[in-house]
């Protein structure tokens, strides 16, 4: 029994580690989209290596070493899976705001709305109707198809991407509303898409999108809070280049601006200190182990005039022409302060474009 304790217990370490490597890849079963937490993957994770060590033992006919890993492997493998379908069935997350996102549609200011489009979204009645290894076949195929589909929102009509939208077959079955797979377009493009094409057509993005969603009868308090977010900021960086006026506006509370100056991005995110007296080398040690250890959050907002960092300790501002340090995908402003942005690749186009303002 000790023997068993002690390989359950070195079990429980290596998956940790593969935890910390890569948490989504205990769940591999499900599609990008499908939402899965850490805690979830340490379960796939456990259960995994427990069944992988117990298959050798059952293949040689030891089923008094192999039942007990094989037994503890299969409830927390089946507990991760169950809890990934539940938590993206009726999905209805409310999602931390760290700014008010608003849109002017025709006088009436709209806000978005919480995540509350599940992408398993009534995956039982589904997997009943289809069985369980098509409906898995089915869920990948909806992951592949949102590439066909982000390439015809930037190349073709709103109309086209919009009776496309309506011919897929889990659409036509009634499988997945409309407008929830248009949601999911979105979530794709907004973060998983080509960055590089995305960014080069952003001006069309933020147009078609909008125009899809008209057509759609979607409204932009229909929308997710972070896809809006993306939007609004993507559509005021388009805007600040052409000199125009846009229709989204970003506010922070506690933050007031003249009518001149507007915010364009705004990430909340966790943040850490490094020592700048360090070595290179040390410095790299120091900052991996701050970044796992700290618990503290800032603000990154970026506006037409200027750049405004917020720290538990203090509120600092930079010009927008002032370096932008980096440590890995994490950045600073001050080459001592870093904040784990969520999107760098966004964050740095804003910053590029911004100092094409100047």
């Known amino acids: 029994m000790e023997d068993l304790i002690i390989i359950l217990g070195l079990l429980a370490v290596i998956a ?86 608003t849109y002017d549609d025709n006088g009436q200011l709209l806000e978005p709305c919480n995540d509350v489009y599940g992408f398993l979204r009534n995956y ?63 979530e794709y493009m907004t973060t998983r898409y080509d960055n590089k094409k995305l960014y080069e057509n952003l001006k069309v993005f933020c147009e078609n999108s909008m125009s899809v969603a008209r057509l759609l009868e979607l409204k932009f308090n229909e929308i997710p809070y972070n896809i809006a977010k993306f939007i609004a900021s993507a559509d005021l960086t388009v805007s600040l280049l052409e000199n125009k006026a846009s229709v989204y506006s970003i506010s922070v509370e506690g933050q007031t601006f003249d009518d001149v100056e507007k915010v364009i991005y705004v990430s909340t995110s966790p943040m ?31 506006t037409s005039k200027k750049i405004i960092v917020k720290t538990p300790y203090q509120k600092t501002e930079f010009p927008i022409s002032d370096a932008v340090f980096s440590f890995g995908d994490d950045i600073s402003f001050d080459n001592s302060n870093y904040f784990c942005v969520s999107d760098i690749n966004f964050f740095r186009f804003v910053m590029l474009n911004l100092n094409k303002t100047l």
């Open 124 to 186: 039982s009645q589904r997997m009943k109707a289809i069985g369980p290894k098509f409906f898995f076949k089915e869920i990948f195929a909806r992951e592949k198809s949102n590439k066909v589909l982000a390439d015809g929102l930037l190349d073709n009509t709103p109309e086209v991407t919009v009776d496309t939208l309506k011919s897929l077959p889990w659409v036509i079955d009634g499988a997945v509303d409309v407008k929830a797979q248009f949601i999911f377009l979105l």
């Open 272 to 302: 850490y200190k490094i020592n700048q007296n360090l070595s290179s080398v040390f410095r790299a040690i120091a900052a991996k182990f701050s970044k796992w250890t700290s618990k503290d959050e800032g603000s990154v907002i970026l």
């Open 16 to 101: 940790v580690l593969l935890n910390q490597f890569n948490y989504r890849l205990a769940l591999c079963m499900f599609p990008d989209t499908v939402k899965v937490t850490r805690w979830q993957g340490l379960l796939g994770w456990y259960g995994w290596v427990n069944l992988f060590v117990a298959l050798p033992f059952l293949w040689d006919g030891d089923f008094s070493q192999g039942m007990y890993p094989l037994v503890i492997g299969l409830i927390p493998a089946a507990i991760s899976i169950f809890t990934v379908l539940k938590f993206n069935d009726d999905r209805n997350v409310e999602l931390r705001r760290d700014s008010k996102i």
